[in-house]
């Protein structure tokens, strides 16, 4: 993933504690207590991983961060639970929940500590400028990732803060002891401290630490303890006004230490390393918060123990361009003619791949194949979040057959993603032609069912997003730009590339090869003349109306 910063490489058994859960959505929601600390947990539906993720919030802050974000956004201990890991998050025994009451959806259990006289509720109110949500309280960035038009609600959300003799990382062991496996700690800010310290003692159970925003950093002196553990650090923006500039750089160091102790450390800065912008201390709870939640659970793949194996994608596609609507095939006049690159194009048309993705080359012999097999061009395959198409998840460049199958650089297989199989928007794109997504989530696993765009029934993202070629479905050709829109005139059009391809000044003019203005497909770049390629832009966007445009539909 090029957004990480490269470091390194890239049952439920509770004894004796007091529990009370409640089924809610997919997952069991419930709490108890241990060592006087209030401890929440998110037990997963579909359980994938034997890991769990434990939660530790920062100083005076509660597991609210995790449960939810102060406009009601889907939190952190949820998207974990729905890619199977069951979550427990831990808050600081000083927290007298018996005053200020349980967070949604988690109930409160009997048996609690009895209320503090004089609790006070933790809150600060220097913490704007300080956190990175604006230069003083109410006066947001322009760029704030953090939801400050519900600041309010945040602010009501800070835990009472009453006494308690009981250690916060003897809690945190607690619960890690209490999973009976393997955790990954997950830590916010001072929380970082606490959770290196449970780390330290629980090391067997420790598999690493994702720390965010850390204070409290891991130094040589922790160390053998930590030997072979794994980390992660994200940060978000602001960090010299913010005056974290020598943490970040701590944190940085700490990773080279993970490194020489035999673990896999990275660190991510969004807006050095992903050119994010407006990011808070607060990450889990800021507008982008599933953003950041993918770039933990991507890197996180890495040790997935998930059983039920990867995604695949078998899929099925037709471009209008090479279409023979008597054979129901495309032409591979490209492969023939032996104009086909070895490499995936996209990266050099400025397509930005994701995890893993881009630099895919033909395998051995895959030219060579001929019949309804035989390959056409390139593809590129995006798998999107289920809940939210916007976010890609991961990219693969693929090839694509005359029968419309596209199948890995191998020539025959199915594409393998390093995702863990579930559900997922799957979007398909070309070079010259609007790409297609499936308008809802469909089911990928190791065995992949067919995903067929050329289907009629087959439900797909937006309006008229796919052309009917005598009942069948086919992707729109003409986006000789790669924009994802057809343009036959104005600033920025496809036809003008037609034109610039073959000169710039003589019409009848041709040229042969592998060109971005071979809308269909046959090794030339026509500008006039029968089978010329420019008509079919004005075609696509109506035929009559050339300043219509004409939108591809993915979002």
Do not use: C
């Not at 910063?5 to 890239?10: K, P």
């Not at 994938?48 to 434990?54: M, S």
């Not at 194009?345 to 080359?361: D, I, K, Q, R, S």
């Not at 998840?393 to 297989?413: E, F, K, P, Y």
């Amino acid at each position: 993933m090029e957004s990480i910063r490269n470091l390194g490489a890239f049952a439920l058994s509770i004894g004796g504690l007091i529990i009370s859960a409640q089924s809610m959505a997919q997952h069991t929601y419930g709490s108890f207590y241990t060592n006087n600390a209030l401890v929440n947990f998110v037990l997963s539906e579909n359980r994938t991983e034997d890991a769990a993720i434990v939660m530790v919030p920062g100083l005076n802050l509660s597991t609210y961060l995790y449960a939810t974000t102060p406009d009601g956004r889907t939190g952190w201990a949820d998207l974990f639970a729905d890619h199977g890991y069951d979550v427990y998050l831990v808050n600081d025994p000083r927290h007298d929940f018996a005053t200020s009451g349980p967070i949604a959806p988690f109930p409160l259990p009997p048996g609690g500590p009895a209320a503090t006289p004089g609790a006070q509720q933790g809150w600060q109110n220097d913490i704007w400028r300080r956190w990175g949500f604006g230069d003083t309280q109410g006066n947001p960035y322009p760029n704030a990732q953090f939801p400050t038009g519900s600041f309010n609600v945040f602010a009501q959300n800070y835990p009472y803060i009453g006494s308690s003799s009981a250690s916060f990382p003897g809690a945190i062991q607690a619960v890690i002891d209490s999973t009976g496996g393997e955790v990954w700690l997950l830590a916010h800010s001072a929380g970082a401290g606490q959770a290196i310290t449970a780390a330290r003692a629980m090391s067997d159970q420790v598999l690493g630490m994702i720390l965010i925003e850390p204070a409290g950093i891991p130094d040589a002196n922790d160390f053998p303890d930590l030997n072979g553990l794994h980390m992660f650090g994200v940060y978000g923006d602001y960090i010299t006004s913010r005056n974290q500039t020598t943490r970040k750089l701590a944190t940085e160091a700490a990773a080279v230490l993970f490194q020489n102790a035999g673990g896999i450390a990275d660190v991510v800065s969004l807006p050095e390393d992903s050119l994010v912008l407006g990011n808070s201390h607060i990450l889990m709870q800021d507008l982008n918060s599933a953003y950041v939640f993918d770039i933990i659970e991507l890197w996180l793949q890495q040790f997935s123990s998930n059983t039920l194996g990867n995604a695949q994608v078998a899929a099925k596609v037709f471009l209008d361009g090479p279409y023979d609507q008597q054979a129901a095939s495309m032409a591979n006049s490209l492969n023939q003619q032996g104009l086909l690159p070895a490499s995936e194009p996209f990266t050099a048309l400025n397509y930005t791949h994701v995890a893993g993705g881009g630099g895919e080359t033909l395998g051995a012999g895959v030219l060579a194949v001929q019949g309804p097999d035989a390959i056409v061009d390139w593809v590129v395959l995006e798998l999107r979040d289920a809940t939210d198409p916007t976010a890609i998840l991961a990219t693969r460049s693929a090839l694509l057959q005359r029968d419309g199958d596209v199948v890995d650089t191998d020539g025959t297989s199915p594409v393998p993603f390093a995702l863990s199989a579930g559900e997922y928007h799957l979007a398909i794109k070309h070079r010259n032609h609007l790409g297609v997504m499936t308008g809802t989530p469909v089911q990928l696993a190791p065995t992949p069912n067919v995903i067929d765009f050329t289907d009629p029934l087959l439900t797909v993202y937006g309006t008229d997003a796919r052309k009917t070629r005598n009942g069948v479905m086919v992707l729109w050709g003409g986006d000789v730009n790669f924009d994802g829109v057809l343009k036959y005139s104005g600033s920025g059009n496809d036809r003008d590339v037609i034109l610039q391809t073959i000169g710039g000044t003589v019409p009848t003019a041709t040229l042969t090869g592998y060109l971005q203005g071979d809308v269909n497909m046959d090794g030339v770049v026509k500008y006039s003349g029968t089978n010329n390629d420019r008509d079919v832009i004005l075609q696509h966007i109506g035929g009559s109306v050339p300043t219509n445009t004409r939108a591809q539909q993915i979002p």
